[in-house]
Structure formats: structure tokens, C-alpha cells
DNA sequence: GTGAAAGCGCTAACAA
DNA sequence: TTGTTAGCGCTTTCAC
């Protein structure tokens, strides 16, 4: 017999775990054929996807997503990119998003940047590696680095909670230049003559906080100096921030008669703080947030603030992500959902 | 020329991608030495680091991190499963779990359960399949089926947020009846004799609740009926279901003179309702929260509350993970961390 | 220190 | 409808 000798074996530990190729024994098919009960069952034969079901059940088989995606070139993750978690405005954006992604078949993963950016290029690096079916990043990719890579990626990306001429790709947010605009136009008509504005250092908060303060000056609503009176604390936003804010601005300037806070929880500051020391809200002092947080219907005073819909925009990029994935034409890939401002107590 | 007839080509879009094959060709070594650059720089000779390196550069290579789990059965992710990201009282943990496993070089892969575990099947098999190298619950799997499957994979799992005698692994938490019944004692030393609870209505809340009553009763704070005066609301707790919660409280018992709410979102919404109402707080009602979250200390009056150490809980359950994955025996595999109750003005 | 070969567990492509 | 084959892009194992 001419029996050629036998390789050596190379033999890798494979976890011990079952495999589909397991489960195809048990059921007495082909491997592809459960790889298929899986996937796409209608091109199965009813009692043939009887049986290999009946297979998994016995078995407790969990297929492994990595090696399909692997081989496939879809992965059924979707990145999200946030500042942070904590104290962070984006939940209700990451809630619905993880709700809409669910029941799409997708699983979120979550990358941390931090207001600083500093580990973006390793963040970034470490999510693209994972060949997510999509990115969804909380803002603007502002750094052009940034940039390069996600397109270079070729993976989709939806930016969020801004506007921009030149979005990287898909988008859905609002102005916050309008914002800014808006809100000095409302404590105007509300008869306010001396805002200020206690915010967050973000970049997004600085383009409101400007546009803010130039309505406010084309309103005459400046302080004696001609300026704005301004009090910036650090990002996120805080309660313990909006009272230490208001306290230096009063000491500055104390006539102002409304403050524009950068978030809902630096409003919450604010009230408390006013009623320490003392002033009447919204009598004496005008109070607006930014959010409308399911809590600001419930400060004392109910709180007056800009209400954004962090919901909608979770919903929005999770489909406009499917879409693309989906290989449909999407007509509108930029998206301005708008603000309000709800008038409540304290403004 | 014995040449063998080129079987039919079957190519398979392999997307495009650079490959670390590329990056071998580019740097002029065998594939290897590129992983091995990427995975353990030591074991190769520094020019050749060099080369390699220059061409990943060059290249903008990215490293496809699916196929690495898949070939070495580690996959850097880390799977956190939580009943709700919005509104959540876990999110300190989750950010400072993200920070500990980012530097560790781990992702976070989140999975939202909802309050009422009806996906709960369905999300564990896509978090098990892909096959996380570790998992962290907020609070216990109570379900037998899902603890079943969790130990069927054999992931590492840290349970948080709570004790129980019955970890399905690791443990990291508190026990929800001790804060009860410190707190019903903490208001008993503070001269109240009547208490109340507004709570939402998840689980561990409600054993919470009964230590509480039971404290309560032992002192003799109860109504006249013998019972503790009680609202539940649907969780998560909100300020406005702490409102309507005080209002219906006092409606049936006007006489109460403490509440212990089961959030600190929940107990502004009391100190609100008690404002409006022009119900003196702590003067004629004391009021306690949960979880001293960042703005208690920044509310009117300020926030008496329970202390719990949700950062500390989501570092020592990634390095619980970290060093479980690395091999290393840990000695202690159930942390209770305790609480504080937090003396401010409210209470 | 470097490399060749053999998979990891799955699915795309093709064939019957 | 079902199956066969050949990878997906990487790392482990073994050899030098």
C-alpha cells in the first residue's frame, strides 16, 4: 500500500466549545444547512429546520457571532462614540438607539472619548478594528485626523446632536447657533435686559454661548461694560457648577436679570443657588436650561429650557444606519430635527 | 511539463481590506512577524519593529480584531448588561468600568434588558455570542434560565449592585436590606415617627422597602392601621413619579413626616412637591434619597441621602474581570462595599 | 528571533 | 432544496 506518511498533527485547543459543525452531526445535516436554519430559514425544508432546531435546543448551542461576522463582513455592531457616560446628555439618544438597533438584530458597542479627545486616535483605532457595521458619535468628528480614518474605514457614520456644511456622512441634530440666537430673543420678549450665561467649556456650548451673546448685544441687553457677563465651567455640565456660577457672576454682576445654562443640571445649580441666596425666580432672575431633561417639568420653579429631542436623534441615526446597511438609497442624509423652548416657570 | 489542470477559481470579495498579509509584503516579512509586532513587540528584533511598524504607517492598516478573537479565542470585549441606560442610576459604573477596561485594553459591548427581562433570552444570546471574555450585571440574574446559560458559557460574570448567598460568579454590591433598615433607624434618632416610602418598583427596591418597613415597625413608626404608608412608581424612579408619589401620600396619610424614596431623581421630585405645597422640608417632613448622585448636595434643601459607591463598584468589577482573565487567582470573588448615609439638610 | 503550516467557526460561491 | 469547497484575517503550534 502506498500510504503516504501521516503530517504531524497540529492539534489547537478549540475552547471545547460546540460548533455548528456539532450540531449539524446531531441533526444529521450538512453544517452549512444549520448555518442557513440560522440565517435564512425560508430557504430551508420545513422538517429539515425541524430537526436542526431540535438539534440547537438539545444542545444548547450558541453560535459564535465572531466567526460569522468574520465571514461575512458583518458584524451586526454598531459603534457609539460619547464623551462620557455619566452626567451625560446623550443617554436618551443612546437608549433609543440601542432600543431601535435591538430589534434590528444589532448589538451597540461604546467608546468613551472624554471632552478632551485625548485617547480619540486609540479609541478610534480599537472600534474600527472591530469592524462595526456602523458608527454613531455623539457630535462632530472635528479633528481631521479623525476624519481621515473614519472615512478611510468606509464604514457608516452618523454624526449627531449639531449641524455642519461638511458632515463626514450621515447626520441628524440641530443649529446651536440657533439655539443661542433664540433663547436671548425669548428672555428678551420676556422683558430680561441683563442676561448672562453660565456653561459647560464644549465646543458645541461655545457656539451657543456666542451666538447668544451676539443677539443679546444687537438687543442691547449687554452689560454697562458692552459685554456679556459669562461664567464657564467644565464639561459635563453640573449642579455643584450652575451654583458656583451663579455666585461668581452675581458678584461681578449684580444686576443681571436671566442666565442661559448650558444643561438642565447646571439650571438645577442655578435654582438652588438663587434660593439660597435669597432671589426670586423667575421675579428678579430669569433662569433657562438646555435639554429638558425628564426632570426639569419638576424643579421648583418648573424649569424654562430648550427642549431637544435626544430620543428622536437615536432613532434617526439607528435608521439611517440600517438603511445604508440595508443597501438602500436614503434621500435625506442630513437631518435637522430642530428645538423648542419650553416656557415654563422660571422664565 | 506535468502541470495539473488550475482548479476553478472561487474568489470571494474579501472586501478590499489591508490585510496584515499586505503589511507583510509591504515590510518584506512573513505575516507572523507583523501579529507579533502588533501583539507582543518584545519577541521581535527591534529593526524589524521598526520596519513593520513604518509600514502599518504607511499602509493605515488596521488590525481586524474579529478575526484575532476568533483565531485566539480572546476578544477583548466586555459585555455590561443593564436594565435601562436612561435615567439609570448604574451609569457611574458603567463609566468607570469603561475607564478601567478601556486602559486595559477592553471594549464595552451594552446590552439594555429592560426592567422587565421579557428580551432577557434573546440579548444573552447575542451578548454569549460574541463571545465576550468577561460580563458584568447590574444587579443579580435572577432567572434560572439565564444564570443556566451563563454558567453553561462559562464567561466570567461579575453581579453588582447587590449581595446575595448565591453568586452565579463574582459579586461586587451592598445589601439593599441593611440601607432599609439603617435608614428607618436614621430616622428614628432624627425624632421622626411617621414614615413613608415612595419607591419604584424594581426588585431590588422593594426588599429594600421591607427591611425598611419592618425597621420601621420594630420602632414603632407606623400609622394608626399599623402599616407604613406606602406609592410605588414604575422604574426607573423619576422626580415626576416622586411628586405624584408625595401627593398621593399625603392624601391618605396626611400625618407622615418622613419619606424614603428610592432614588435621588425620586426625591427631588418630593422636595418640589413639597415646595409647592409649601410643606416645610426637614421641618415638618424629612425626606431621604438613594445614591447620592452628583447633584444631591446641589439641591434646595440639600439632599440627606444614601451613599453608594457606584465608580468604586464598576472598577473592582473590571479588575475583578481583568485579573480572572489574566489567570490570577482571586481570593475574595464577593466584595460587599457598603454605604453611607449622607447627612445633609433634608432630612 | 523568525517563519511555515494549520486551523479558529463560520458563510459565500458554486455545483448538483 | 441541499451539499461541497474554499476561504474570511488572524494566531497557535511547531520547526529552525
Known sequence: MNMPAEPPKRTRRSKGGLTLVDVAR???????TVSRVLNSPE?????LVQKVRSAIERTGYVPNLLAGSLASTHSRMIAAILPTIAGS???DTVQSLTETLAAAGYQLILGQAGYENSREDELLEAIIGRRPDGIVLAGIMRSAQGRRRLQASAIPLVETWDLTPTPADMLVGFSHESVGEAVAEFL???GRRRVAVISASDERAQRRNRAFAQAAVRLDMQGPDGAIPFHTTSAPGTAAGGRAGLRALLAASPDIDAVFCSSDMVALGVL???HALGIAVPDRLAVVGLGDQAFAADTWPALTT???DGRAMGTIAANFLIDRIAGKHIPEVVRDIGFTIVERDSA
Not at 446531531?26 to 452549512?32: H, T
Not at 430557504?43 to 422538517?47: A, E, I
Open 26 to 32: 446531531v441533526a444529521g445535516v450538512a453544517p452549512i
Open 43 to 47: 430557504k430551508v425544508s420545513p422538517d
Open 89 to 91: 446628555v446623550f443617554l
Open 188 to 190: 428678551y420678549q420676556r
Open 272 to 274: 438652588t443657588e438663587a
Open 306 to 308: 430648550v427642549h431637544l
